[in-house]
């Protein structure tokens, strides 16, 4: 049987109180729509259409062509959202999961059990179900006598003995196509919030005869429906445990799972170890055999197998097999480090690419530089870019050793094997295996030390007096 899916994603999401598209609000980076998408497209879902409104364009441009669109105008409630479907879908035949953007949880494998138990069942419909203790806000399943269902009465239409029921609607269905949109038909405002309700098919379809089921999901967590900032905490607090679990289970040694924090498109390799406080974020992917952390803040970058990242903030960089990184570096956006590259405390690198074996270990700022093999970088040493006005690039050829405190006066090559001595302030290239000396010329005054501290005393003693 054909499987499709309708993602309804139109809401504002008035609870949220933002400026953002309820939707769109990340969790563990990723927005809510984004994981549902996900999940339907891993069920197997061959068609996904998602219906838009609010932030229509937003919605579109960041989920792209993983999905097609439908737009509801004006948001009449989940029944209309669901119907705005009809023209894309309604000659389809086949089971058509309907979920909501704002449950981010439910998992792929969630679905595929919830699709195995419609078709097990041949039921018009099934209502992915969750039994809570505190089901304030959600549909509630009213079941009859015999358990099966009878329909969903919302939140703000329930009489006191519906409220009373703990088993809610996690607002993610599987319908038979055909009967779905037949029945959308029927579907009024009736209601306290004069909306078209999706929910209303359920006691629809139970009054035309057809089979109408409930699959209650196993683990309660997955049925959260996000809509206010609390609930998105709560949300963004379970996502990161299933995240943490998972990379477990792959075989990442997380040491203080509470205190680490992995964002939803994270890579890690088998064997890495990841100490507390670290934040890996955006579409970072780590090798195997890293350790990282503790307090490690990595977002969109790139660590290579045995590499080592610690107490150091990375964005957008690369880091090569066996590299050390930190403590206390900052890589910014368009750093490249080689293999077995070392980068010490206090060392900022940007828009600069370091080769293999490369040292920088301490105090230094590498800024849009290419930096060759084996070169060392002394301690204080600093690549001086910036006129003000415009970026200027440092070359530094392999082997080369830069002593301390130097400047660097971009644009500036220093050639292969060249040495350049402490303090010096480059202007000018350095020739391959030149020295370069560019710093004023050291004198020493014999006993003078002597003269200037008498000197010094002096004058104390005279302010002194005269006090
Ligand atoms: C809905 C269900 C409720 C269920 C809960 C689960 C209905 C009537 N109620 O309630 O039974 O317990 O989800 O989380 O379906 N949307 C549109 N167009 C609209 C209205 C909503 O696309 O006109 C989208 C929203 O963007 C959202 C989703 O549908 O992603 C659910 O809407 P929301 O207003 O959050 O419904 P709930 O009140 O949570
Ligand atoms: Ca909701």
Request: aromatic share 4%.
């Amino acid at each position: 049987m054909k499987r499709l899916a309708i993602v309804l994603a139109a809401g504002q999401g008035k609870r949220m109180k933002s400026k953002l598209y309820k939707v769109l609000h990340p969790v563990c980076g990723k927005p809510m729509v984004g994981h549902v998408l996900d999940a339907v497209n891993q069920a197997g879902c061959e068609r996904s259409i998602v219906v838009v409104g609010h932030g229509a364009e937003a919605v579109k441009s960041y989920l792209g062509s993983s999905a097609e669109y439908v737009l509801q105008e004006q948001q009449l409630g989940t029944g209309h959202a669901v119907k705005q479907a009809g023209p894309l879908l309604a000659e389809e035949q086949g089971t058509t999961v309907v979920i909501c953007g704002d449950t981010p949880l439910v998992t792929a494998e969630t679905i595929e059990a919830l699709i195995n138990h419609h078709t097990r069942k041949s039921a018009a419909a099934t209502v992915l179900t969750a039994h809570m203790d505190q089901p304030y806000g959600y549909g509630r399943v009213v079941r009859g006598e015999n358990g099966t269902v009878l329909r969903i009465v919302e939140q703000k239409d329930c009489s006191p003995e519906e409220a009373a029921v703990q088993e809610i609607n996690t607002g993610t269905y599987c319908f038979d196509n055909a009967k779905l949109f037949a029945a959308l038909e029927k579907v009024t405002n009736h209601n306290s919030q004069q909306e078209y309700y999706l929910t209303d098919v359920i006691g629809i379809l139970v009054r035309e005869n057809e089979v109408v089921e409930g699959y209650a999901v196993p683990d309660v967590r997955e049925s959260i429906g996000v809509n206010d900032r609390i609930a998105l905490s709560e949300a963004e607090q379970m996502m990161r445990e299933r995240i943490v679990r998972g990379h477990m289970l792959g075989g990442v040694t997380i040491i203080d799972p509470s205190s680490t924090y992995i964002g939803a498109e994270v890579t890690i390799g088998s064997d890495t170890v990841i100490y507390p406080g670290t934040f890996l974020s955006g579409k970072t992917v780590i090798g195997e055999d890293c350790i990282i952390g503790p307090s490690a803040q990595i977002e969109d970058s790139i660590i290579l197998d045995g590499a080592k990242v610690k107490q150091s903030v990375l964005s957008q960089a690369e880091v090569g097999r066996e590299s050390t990184v930190g403590p206390f570096a900052y890589l910014r956006p368009g750093t490249k480090l080689g293999s077995k590259v070392k980068v010490g405390d206090f060392v900022e690198i940007k828009n600069a690419s370091l080769d293999d074996g490369a040292k920088v270990s301490h105090l230094s700022y590498v800024g849009d530089a290419k930096v060759g093999k084996n070169v060392n970088i002394g301690c204080g040493a600093i690549t001086v870019n910036y006129d003000g006005y415009n970026k200027s690039i440092t070359e530094i050829e392999d082997d080369a050793f830069v002593g301390s405190n130097v400047n660097l006066i971009a644009p500036v090559k220093v050639g292969k094997g060249a040495y350049v001595v402490a303090g010096s302030t480059i202007t000018q290239a350095v020739p391959e295996n030149d020295l370069a000396i560019a710093r004023a010329r050291q004198e020493n005054k014999a006993g003078y030390a002597e003269k200037i501290r008498a000197r010094a005393k002096a004058k104390k003693q005279r302010q002194q007096e005269s006090e």
